[in-house]
T-cell receptor, first 111, second 118 residues
Framework: SQQGEEDPQALSIQEGENATMNCSYK?????LQWYRQNSGRGLVHLIL?????REKHSGRLRVTLDTSKKSSSLLITASRAADTASYFC???????????FGTGTRLKVLA | SAVISQKPSRDICQRGTSLTIQCQVD?????MFWYRQQPGQSLTLIAT?????????ESGFVIDKFPISRPNLTFSTLTVSNMSPEDSSIYLC???????????????FGPGTRLTVL
């Protein structure tokens, strides 16, 4: 079963715009991770955010975490065509060390 | 970060046969996991590969169908047994808890094995 659900399921934007994806989860967590998956390929780790952190940045990526709402968001600023991919959040269910994945958001950036 | 490789990268198999997928990490990791990703879907955890003992399976997955080995801290195998077309998926290996990493809890993935069962 999936711990998290993401919305939107699919998102299509123009190059240069910002893309925001949301992840909601069900149980308490220690860590939440965001991944990118290009079509038919493996997962690329983007950011890990701990339960005591509220925001993290990495280049054009910004992740927020609201543990009271059991939700996280991934913002990609100034999107590029190369950002076209599926994005997944994964949560550890409170320190089990095994990560359960959300349903994913398919992002398409139009040139 | 640690690098994970998987072999084979893809395979096409006949119904009723078995395929063993190998996962190799370039550094020691505490935890290794196997996931399945069916076409157009998210990842589903199959099991945690435990070094020197039986794997821990998630609900819906059993050892007879997906036997797993983990002889050391850098290597694991997953066998998909008695395959049917429903087993057609991408199978991904992952690892976490490498002592050489800054973020101990970060989980990183291999490139996946794309399996097609005819």
């Amino acid at each position: 079963s999936q711990q998290g659900e993401e919305d939107p399921q699919a998102l299509s934007i123009q190059e240069g715009e910002n893309a925001t994806m949301n992840c909601s989860y069900k149980t308490s967590i220690n860590n939440l991770q965001w991944y990118r998956q290009n079509s038919g390929r493996g997962l690329v780790h983007l950011i890990l955010i701990r339960s005591n952190e509220r925001e993290k940045h990495s280049g054009r990526l910004r992740v927020t975490l609201d543990t009271s709402k059991k939700s996280s968001s991934l913002l990609i600023t100034a999107s590029r065509a190369a950002d076209t991919a599926s994005y997944f959040c994964a949560t550890d269910g409170g320190g089990t060390y095994k990560y359960i994945f959300g349903t994913g958001t398919r992002l398409k950036v139009l040139a | 970060s640690a690098v994970i490789s998987q072999k084979p990268s893809r395979d096409i198999c006949q119904r009723g046969t078995s395929l063993t997928i190998q996962c190799q990490v370039d550094s020691q990791v505490t935890m290794m996991f196997w996931y399945r990703q069916q076409p157009g879907q998210s990842l589903t955890l199959i099991a945690t590969a435990n070094q020197g003992s039986e794997a821990t399976y998630e609900s819906g997955f059993v050892i007879d169908k997906f036997p797993i080995s983990r002889p050391n801290l850098t290597f694991s195998t997953l066998t998909v047994s008695n395959m049917s077309p429903e087993d057609s998926s991408i199978y991904l290996c992952s690892g976490s808890g490498t002592t050489s990493r800054h973020n101990y809890n970060e989980q990183f993935f291999g490139p996946g094995t794309r399996l097609t069962v005819l």
